[in-house]
Structure formats: C-alpha cells, structure tokens
T-cell receptor
Framework: NAGVTQTPKFRVLKTGQSMTLLCAQD?????MYWYRQDPGMGLRLIHY???????AKGEVPDGYNVSRLKKQNFLLGLESAAPSQTSVYFCASSYPFGVTYEQYFGPGTRLTVT | AQSVTQLGSHVSVSEGALVLLRCNYS??????LFWYVQYPNQGLQLLLK??????LVKGINGFEAEFKKSETSFHLTKPSAHMSDAAEYFCAVSEGGGSNYKLTFGKGTLLTVNP
C-alpha cells in the first residue's frame, strides 16, 4: 500500500496564479484533512472531509477551496495565490474517530508563492 | 475549545541523556492526547497516544508519556537519547467523537541530539 500520497512535491507560483494539490489514499479511510505547516506555528487545519461529497472548514480556510468527489481523493485549490500561502501542505486521512485514533500523513507539498 | 502548549521550541540533549519534551493541554472534556514525530522533509508519524485506561503509555522507539489530569500535562520522555531521535515533535489533542475529532497541534519542539 502506498498510504497517503501528495502531488506535486514542490511548486513555485506567482502571485495571482491558481493551482490544485492532489491527495490520494489507498486505505479506504472515511476522513481526510488538509493542514498547512509554518515555522513556529505547528500544523493548522485548513479544511477537512468526513466522507465522499462532504467538506468543512477548519481553522484557516480563507483563500482555499476543497473537493472530495471520490472517497480516495481530496483536492485543495488555491484560486489566486498570495505570498502568505507560502507553506508546506500536508494531507492526512483516518478512519472515523473511535475506530482508530491515528491520522496518517502524506509526505507534504512545499509551495512557494512569489 | 481545545489547545496545546509545548514548552520549549528547541531542546538539545547529549546522546545517552534523558529526553523530556513538555506538553500541556486545555480541553473541556476528557481529552485524547497524541505525540507525533516529524523527521526532516517527511510527514508526521504517530509516536504514541492516550485514549482511555492506563495513564502511562508506551510508544515506538522507546518513548513514553504520562497523562496527568491534575496537571493537564502529557510530557514525552525517553531514558536515553539516540542520534536518530533528532526530529521535530508535536503534541496534539482531540476532544473526541461527534464533530470534535479534529486534532489541535502544538507548535512543535525541535529535538537536537549532540554526540
């Protein structure tokens, strides 16, 4: 099993450009999450999904959109990138809470917005 | 609302010395507590977790943590540091099921192990 994979691994955008980050998991997990990691800030939840076709806002959702059209995929979109969105983005997935308690993380996407 | 405070953004120890990484939490209900480890340029990996039951939990790579409700703490320890323990460590809390299964992470503690 590949676990959680993220595409791309690195990306450089100019201010105002758009892009989509793809997260895929092969563990049949119901829940999926997008986090951003910034130095000294830990991980902050952007958006999450508790099942196919459902999404919800996390702690820092502004400037991002998400879609979960298939159970195994969770897409994070930036419609108009800003330098403040320079970060490392992590996707994670899990079973419903109480089945297990672990979130499984992907390797991350390093995004730079100039 | 749940929150996590990790005391010390950077901890440096000598190889063979005790590792102690501090974590205090705030939660309105009995919490679920986690420690994750992040090696350079990698994603996060679960080190150990407290859900219910025994308050001293053991994890991978010789780490353990003790849930102390009276102190609202969940400090991570390892008796003898190894060079391979150098990484960033994150404490996280969840208030559990329903809509509260989301994790809230601390800001992280970078552990350096000196030879």
């Amino acid at each position: 099993n590949a676990g959680v994979t993220q595409t791309p691994k690195f990306r450089v955008l100019k201010t105002g450009q758009s892009m989509t980050l793809l997260c895929a998991q092969d563990m049949n997990h119901e829940y999926m999450y997008w986090y951003r990691q910034d130095p000294g800030m830990g991980l902050r939840l952007i958006h999450y999904s508790v099942g196919e076709g459902t999404t919800a806002k996390g702690e820092v959702p502004d400037g991002y959109n998400v879609s979960r059209l298939k159970k195994q995929n969770f897409l994070l979109g930036l419609e108009s990138a800003a330098p403040s969105q320079t970060s490392v983005y992590f996707c994670a997935s899990s079973y419903p809470f109480g089945v297990t308690y672990e979130q499984y993380f992907g390797p991350g996407t390093r995004l730079t917005v100039t | 609302a749940q929150s996590v405070t990790q005391l010390g953004s950077h901890v440096s120890v000598s190889e063979g010395a005790l590792v102690l990484l501090r974590c205090n939490y705030s939660s309105s209900v009995p919490p679920y507590l986690f420690w994750y480890v992040q090696y350079p340029n990698q994603g996060l990996q679960l080190l150990l977790k407290y859900t219910t039951g025994a308050t001293l939990v053991k994890g991978i790579n010789g780490f353990e943590a003790e849930f102390k409700k009276s102190e609202t703490s969940f400090h991570l320890t390892k008796p003898s540091a190894h060079m391979s323990d150098a990484a960033e460590y994150f404490c996280a809390v969840s208030e559990g099921g329903g809509s509260n299964y989301k994790l809230t992470f601390g800001k992280g503690t970078l552990l350096t192990v000196n030879p």
